[in-house]
């Protein structure tokens, strides 16, 4: 089930404003000449590599949306004017996110990470040629999923910014964390209108979608785990579930408005916080 577009509409305007009066220039607005390699630590380094990765993947979530959201090949007319709409934010989002993977290449060029842009943009094509699922095909499904990672993001740049001496970095993770916070606000949205508009069982929908839920490239880009673990103690306030507790908590206010889902939602979310053991 797709959210009826005069639902959609609104939201998608609003996220374009709100990002049209928020750009920041990938290549002039970071103040390079101040740049102190000196000031990162190696597990500050790796940070940046893993998270250049986590960007970069976008053309394989791109192409994700693409296919879910046709307009050629949508089904009905009313289809293809949702996918439309849902296009102009696809189109912003992902030039946001490529953005941020570019900027993530460049830093680690300029700062000395690595140095070489011919081996780094090998090393990035090679984790962007393996193949990409978000392992969901529902509407409702793709949206909760993304919006998770939205704000896993988004709260990593935040903590990991805290410890941060570099200057370029600081201020690069500083853009990164309000272009996140945005992306998270859209989703969060969209899921709220999902939940006041459809008939199905949408929640047990976004309970699967929590329960198993990973970051992208948990099971392509090699020794994971490990790079996992050391990107973590970068940003020691940063807690791995708390975009899980964020959604419960999000899911709470709307039960709170709506007489309809008060119970259904109370139950999921006490479910979320017994089993993933969150406030
Ligand atoms: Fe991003
Ligand atoms: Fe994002």
Known sequence: MHLPTSVLRPIVSSFNQIADDNNWNRFTSLPWEQLKPELLTEG???????????????PGYFQEYQKLFPIEEAKTTPEAIHNRELFRFIVRWGYEEDKHAQVLSLYQNKSGIEPS?????????????????????KPIQVFTYTLLQEKATQMYYQSLARKVEEPVLAKLLNYLTKDEARHYSFFCQVVEGFLKN??????????????????????????????AILMAREAP???????QSILATMLEKVAQKNERL???????????RTKLNIR
């Open 237 to 243: 306030e940063y807690d791995r579930m708390a975009p």
């Open 44 to 58: 500050q380094k790796g940070a940046v590599v893993f998270v250049s990765y986590v960007e970069d993947h976008l």
């Open 262 to 272: 008060n119970r259904p939602i109370l139950k999921l979310t006490d479910k979320v």
């Open 198 to 227: 459809s008939e199905e069982d949408v929640l047990e929908l976004i309970e699967e979608v929590i329960f198993s839920y990973k970051m992208p490239l948990h099971n392509t880009m090699s020794d994971y785990r490990r790079k």
């Open 117 to 137: 842009e011919e081996v780094l943009e090998e090393r990035m094509i090679l984790e962007n040629m393996k193949s990409f699922s978000i392992g969901f095909s």
